[in-house]
């Protein structure tokens, strides 16, 4: 009787594919993907349908008692070839799980689809013993309960209907390549089922299917090409993730370097200031050594500048990378613009001996809309570089518009000089990052290579352009078009080129003798030269070295004007103020607070402004801002004409 076992023909396809499923399973060794969560699980439902065929092959061929095989054996047979299918669609299931983000929902479905398993695990261990689902009658006769129907599909239904389900919500969040190779899949094995039940099991399709469906998988998702592409990904992911974190960090350190390195560079140069005023002309100090301090102190002074702006143009390039840099467009007056950048550049040019000139399209516009700032900024950089490389000759800017529609214009400024001019194989450069060019020549002039690069991210930023030529010891044309909207199209009135005038005399000297000032800081040299810079003006000045300090004060004398530093231990000067705002005793809720910090990232002031503070200096104390600050908040009849 045993020499009648053979393999029925319905069995070739699921022989076919144990083999070839088999050198999948095992080629799917070389690469552990190790990176993907999806390939342990991808192994698991290889080796699920490996046993499944296994388990299918021996039963149709085996699970026969008319050829002597014990009713016992073929129980046994039957029970696992319908276990081990059911464990195969649940294990596809977990695979497509591992491409999805396990939404709430989802995770729900699973729960249920493991329940649903073991109950169904345990049922069919019970019909061993009872025989509810399917057994051999006792003469050999293979039967199927009425539940057979519900228990052996139930399992299977369940999962192919979560497979298609997790297809349909999560096929957006899910890459092309993902979606295509796991609908496919699913496609395949679910034909091969419906082919399987709709002959009746004369065709044994639906573990082939599967199988095809495997590989489908395998060579679009699960090769070592594939898995190392992922983790490559997933690499660069981490790496910006962490480049973006240190963006962050840069930002940050150069924030609060900012503000370490101007701390002391006020006491420096302040102090600085004192020795020059102590040892001035009109003093009537008449040594040599005075003569001598003088200039040690002077060298002090041109270096502590530099220094600062130095501090400056870092920390802008560094705000314009980490896109913080914002283009703030707002009303202004293009004549007073001009007015004051030429005030600025005609004393320098004229210190070098050099003629320095403006011109000025009459016809334009004068109230535009954009950002003024960075416009002065672009300007005074461009210009401060003409005087810097021109040694003799003349500084030019002239301002004119290149196109001009109803509501905008293109205004356009052109700088020259008859300076050192660039050579044409360095003009691509100079625009770069730290970017110093022909050093040999100019080595004797102070610069970190920095200006030209904020100027062309600047002009980028306001949709602008900026272009040069150059003649290699002859000079050089920078030249800058702005868009601009238009506020007003009425050009400048005389009034205002009147205002614009570069001549304006110098602000007259002024004291207060009647007047008391309060200054904040709880740095002592801080607080040494702000009240060194006050002393001038006469009056009385009282000191605080912290927030609580000042609240004290302020709830005893009244001030004319009170200056307050931000970064103090405690309470910081905007907590102060704010708490002042609210302090019952606080006889000096007018009394206009100014900032005064050294936390001049660009941007600042108008932050202090908008928290309530009447005005912002930045320290380095500069004694002239701080006079037209003190001039600005000061009603005119505290101030005296000084002789
Ligand atoms: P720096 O701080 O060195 O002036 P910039 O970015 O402003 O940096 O300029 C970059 C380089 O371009 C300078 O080092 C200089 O060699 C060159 N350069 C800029 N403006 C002029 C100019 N008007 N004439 C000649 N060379 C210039």
Redesign the pocket.
Known sequence: MMGMYSFPPKTYFEIASFFYLLILYLISFQDPGRYVRSSKLFRMLELNMLLALVASILTYTFAIPEYGTPLAVCMLLRTLDSVLSVTSSRSFTLYLHSYVDTSRRLERLTVVGNVLFYVYLALMLLNIPLKFVLWYAPDGTYMHGTLFVPIVFTPPIYFMAINVLILVLQLKSMGIREKVSLSVASFITLLGLIVQAATDGKLLLSLPFGSVGIFVLYFSLETADYHRLLEKNEMLRIAEQDAVKANRAKSDFLASMSHEIRTPLNAVLGMDEMILRETSADRNIDSVSAGRIRSYAENIRDAGHILLSVIN?ILDLSKIESGKMEIKPAPYRLRALLGDVSTMIRVRAEQKGLVYTQTLDPDLPDALIGDELRIRQILI??L???V???DQGEVRLEVSRKGQSAQTLTLSFT?R?T????KKE?LP????DF?????E??HR???????????KRLVGLMNGDIS?S?EYEK??V?TVYLPQEICDTVPGTDASAEEAAPDLPEERAFHTPDCTYLLVDDNRMNLLVAKHFLDELGGRIDTAASGNEALEKMRTATYDLIFMDHMMPDLDGIQTFELSLTDPGNINRDTPMIMMTANALSGMREEYLSKGFADYLSKPLDSKELLRVIRRHLPSEKMEPAN
């Open positions: 143009d950089n461009l401060n570089n003409a810097k490389y021109t700088v000089d300076g050192i001019g660039i360095n450069l100079i625009f770069g970017q110093r060019i022909d050093e020549h100019n002039i102070e610069g970190t290579g920095l200006g030209l690069s904020i100027v040069v150059s000079g050089s920078f």
